[in-house]
RNA sequence: GGCCCUGUGGUCAAGCGGUUAAGACGGAGCCCUCUCAAGGCUCAAUCCCGGGUUCGAUUCCCGGCAGGGUCACCA
């Protein structure tokens, strides 16, 4: 340690390197933002997104978290936004990050933009916060925890050159932390000849103390104090992000700080931040990130290669929110499917929801199990119900065509009653998200019906089959007679009338009834495929049907 | 590369020293059936490797290996 050190003036250090006037004391601040009086084992969350305003299933994920652990222990779940990096920022973000969250059911109890009485703990925007940083940054340096230094980029750029090149820890640090031990005159020439600065932590650790931490997902972590001398405030007087964290959290009283892994690294800086601040640091539980297979091995989720990691994405391909919301519960708590087996029906919100039981590995994020949980939501649905949803995917994402068909709700409903099945009885599952459902309807319209024609038999056989069903249709048929009729046209064609028959000698005949009934599908529906021929019929009419038969005939 | 995290079927994963190693998605098959869907039943498929500790390790310890993360005046 220098001499200089030792006698130098901190106190007046401080009112040079940060003169605001208007500053608080910084003890104040405990005073206006009092701890908040809540029930025990009540958590505190918080929501903290950069105002990018893209929004992704990762901050999703995480949201979910942040708002089940709040609100299952009878706590509170925030939203702060960190807008200390100023080329991040996009206009309209915050509200979108609102609107995206909200489409997903997730609600915030106070926080930025969000309308509440709660509102007592903010301003929310970091950078209205600036006064409340400078006020504790003064006082570390006055308490000499903090310094200025006048290190350019460029200096800084070619230490770390220098670092890499030498196989050592890269940084500010220790005998590289060269404005650590400026004297007194360095210090105030600088100053006066106006050389911008940042101010850095002084930091007290020891990278070869080894501390252990207890993490609320990952358990007991063994990490080295932090020995950087990280910087607080940057050279624009705003705080960074460690800085900003252990102050914002500190007194917005956040209990829980459930963050991605990404911040696993970090967490000596904000150990020892909270030391020097005489804060008392909050439960940590750091998520592992969500993965996608690629050739062979996985890696995190990317902003700019994978599409589905947009939440516009979910929205677009029309996928029920409640869905996306379920599917990200059985990555957050596993046992949470199993749950849900137990209690059909039931709303998410009433499964226990444990942080501790959070996963520690990162997951592959699986469409195929995403879609199951769709399709079998949407099934859950009564026709009125899938209708307002689909309704308002058209309402959005919608052709002309498609708007013109749901303009007639009625007949959607009707359509909707049959594709769905009978609601409270065994259902089908068909829908699986509102893009793909709306196409499965096509064939209920004139102008979107586009049959291929793709007969498995003789053009004879098909005309015989289609003009002898024409000649003795009748709509008012209950299925029983419908069915009937057409095993009634199997021996004309040569065909079995009963499956059974069929199997039994398939030598004997040229095909079964359900050949007949397949020849009468594509006809009227245009595929192989679809649900009971009889009601789809009974929807289209009479007159449609009729001419779908007749326009099939080869 | 240093440091940290993680490692059970193809995927998500239960499991906490003795289990026939759950369940779900996906796959295969059968039944049902006018096709499809749904439903019912059945099947295939897993403890990263090597050392310990122990009567006994998927489970505990050590060492590898593999995957991921992180090393900014970005968050």
Known sequence: MKEEENFMDLEKLASALIPDEDLLDPDKYEEIYPPREMPKGAQVTRLAPSPTGFIHLGNLYSALADERAAHTSGGIFYLRIEDTDDKRKVDGAVESVIRSLDYFGIKFDEGAEIQSRLNIYGPYYQRQRAKIYRAFAKRLIAQGYAYPCFCTAEELDRVREAQNAEKLTTGYYGKFAKCRNLSEEEIYSNLKAGKPFVIRLKSQGDISNKITFRDAIKGEIAVTENDQDVVLLKSDGIPTYHFAHAIDDHFMRTTLVIRGEEWLSSLPIHLELHKVLGFKPPVY???????????????????????????????????????????????????????????????????????????????????????????????????????????????????????????????????????????????????????????????????????????????????????????????????????AKVKEIAPKVGFAAETGEYKKNPEAYKGSVSDVAEILRIAVTGSANSPDLCTIMGILGKERTIKRLAAAIR
Request: proline share 3%.
């Open 285 to 483: 539980a750091h998520t592992c990130s969500l993965m996608k297979a690629e050739n062979g091995g996985k890696r995190k989720l990317s902003k700019r290669k994978d599409p589905e990691l947009s939440l516009d994405y979910y929205r677009k391909a029309g996928y029920y929110p409640a869905a996306v919301v379920k599917y990200l519960m059985t990555l957050l708590n596993s046992d949470f499917e199993e749950w849900q087996l137990k209690n059909p029906g039931a709303d998410y919100r009433e499964f226990k929801f444990k942080v501790e039981k959070m996963g520690k590995s990162g997951a592959l994020f699986d469409l195929d199990k995403l879609n199951d949980i769709s399709k079998t939501e949407i099934s859950t649905l009564s026709a009125e119900e899938c209708y307002a949803f689909l309704n308002s995917w058209v309402d959005e994402f919608g052709s002309a065509s498609d708007k013109q068909h749901f303009a007639d709700g009625a007949y959607i409903i009707k359509v909707l009653n049959l594709v769905m099945g009978t609601a409270g009885k065994k259902r089908r599952k068909d829908i699986e998200r509102a893009e793909q459902g709306i196409r499965l309807l096509d064939y209920f319209f004139d102008d979107t019906f586009k049959p291929r024609y793709d007969f498995r038999f003789g053009d004879e056989t098909v005309n015989t089959v289609l003009e002898e069903f024409a000649k003795v249709y009748d709509p008012d048929d209950d299925n029983q007679t419908w069915f």
